[in-house]
């Protein structure tokens, strides 16, 4: 009971401090919806961002600054996958990383692209994209139910010192969304906030509300958005950031990590 007391409060003061989206979107204690009886089909939507593991700058490790740092970093962490793991990894090719390295277009950095973003995008493919596409897939045979998928690209325009002068760029870190949607602050002791007022991460911030309000109030429907189509805010500002697609985030490597049985993890490796 004082947990569940404790809990409560949290959540209290948490609505409290946020900002308010919408007059009618918040009105009473969180505690309070689940209590209530629903009818009729239920919808529902799973989303990540697609470097989840990103948050892991903020204590300054799985931080690599060039492309063999990051391979290296893949290959000590299978090692001690193989050297912990008590199960079963005969499908898990010896040779997987050169598919890895291959897949995620490793050493080919460009604007959009580089060792940081590579590493994050691998590893949060494995603890969450893949199972998130799975997830809605298994959600959708079940008739009272319809789920849809979102992926965020979008990511801070800003750099993040590491230790003595090294800079790297964000990823779409875990807890960006949560960011925009609520209003950019808590991350306050890690980046600089001078770019969140600029277009780039406002529109980020209006896309994201836009989304959530044409949810609550009942604006989706299966003609506007079928449910294997995939949201994904980009992070492009021009023309516009938002675009919907036919296929799940990162099919093809999710397909290959399958096929390798290395979707059973989750958040563990």
């Not at 962490?77 to 898990?92: A, I, V």
């Not at 002068?165 to 602050?185: C, I, N, Q």
């Given at each position: 009971?004082?947990?569940?007391f404790t809990m409560k409060q949290w959540y209290?003061?948490?609505?409290?401090?946020?900002?308010?989206?919408?007059?009618?979107?918040?009105?009473?204690?969180?505690?309070?919806?689940?209590?209530?009886?629903?009818?009729?089909?239920?919808?529902?939507y799973i989303s990540n961002t697609a470097q989840?593991?990103?948050?892991?700058?903020?204590?300054?490790?799985?931080?690599?600054?060039?492309?063999?740092?990051?391979?290296?970093?893949?290959?000590?962490?299978?090692?001690?996958?193989?050297?912990?793991?008590?199960?079963?990894?005969?499908?898990?090719?010896?040779?997987?990383?050169?598919?890895?390295?291959?897949?995620?277009?490793?050493?080919?950095?460009?604007?959009?692209?580089?060792?940081?973003?590579?590493?994050?995008?691998?590893?949060?493919?494995?603890?969450?994209?893949?199972?998130?596409?799975?997830?809605?897939?298994?959600?959708?045979?079940?008739?009272?139910?319809?789920?849809?998928r979102v992926y965020i690209s979008q990511r801070?325009?800003?750099?993040?010192?590491?230790?003595?002068?090294?800079?790297?760029?964000?990823?779409?870190?875990?807890?960006?969304?949560?960011?925009?949607?609520?209003?950019?602050?808590?991350?306050?002791?890690?980046?600089?906030?001078?770019?969140?007022?600029?277009?780039?991460?406002?529109?980020?911030?209006?896309?994201?509300?836009?989304?959530?309000?044409?949810?609550?109030?009942?604006?989706?429907?299966?003609?506007?958005?079928?449910?294997?189509?995939?949201?994904?805010?980009?992070?492009?500002?021009?023309?516009?950031?938002?675009?919907?697609?036919?296929?799940?985030?990162?099919?093809?490597?999710?397909?290959?990590?399958?096929?390798?049985?290395?979707?059973?993890?989750?958040?563990?490796?």
């Open positions: 009971d004082l947990l569940l209290q003061r948490r609505v409290r401090e946020f900002a308010v989206l919408d007059g009618t979107l918040v009105t009473s204690d969180p505690f309070g919806v689940g209590s209530r009886d629903r009818y009729g089909k239920v919808e529902l989840e593991t990103a948050y892991n700058m903020l204590y300054g490790t799985n931080v690599v600054e060039t492309w063999e740092a990051a391979l290296i970093l893949l290959m000590n962490k299978e090692l001690n996958l193989r050297k912990t793991y008590k199960g079963d990894l005969s499908k898990f090719p010896k040779t997987a990383l050169n598919t890895v390295a291959e897949m995620y277009d490793w050493n080919k950095t460009s604007d959009t692209w580089w060792p940081q973003l590579f590493l994050d995008t691998v590893l949060t493919d494995i603890r969450t994209t893949c199972l998130n596409n799975n997830l809605v897939n298994s959600l959708n045979q079940n008739p009272n139910i319809t789920a849809r801070v325009n800003e750099t993040y010192t590491v230790g003595e002068g090294v800079s790297v760029p964000w990823s779409s870190m875990h807890g960006w969304d949560t960011e925009a949607l609520f209003g950019y602050g808590y991350y306050t002791p890690f980046y600089k906030l001078n770019t969140t007022h600029q277009e780039h991460s406002q529109r980020f911030l209006r896309n994201l509300r836009d989304f959530v309000g044409s949810v609550v109030w009942g604006k989706v429907s299966d003609s506007t958005w079928p449910s294997g189509v995939t949201l994904h805010f980009t992070n492009k500002d021009f023309p516009g950031s938002l675009k919907l697609e036919d296929e799940p985030p990162q099919k093809e490597q999710c397909e290959k990590w399958a096929e390798w049985d290395m979707l059973k993890f989750g958040w563990q490796n």
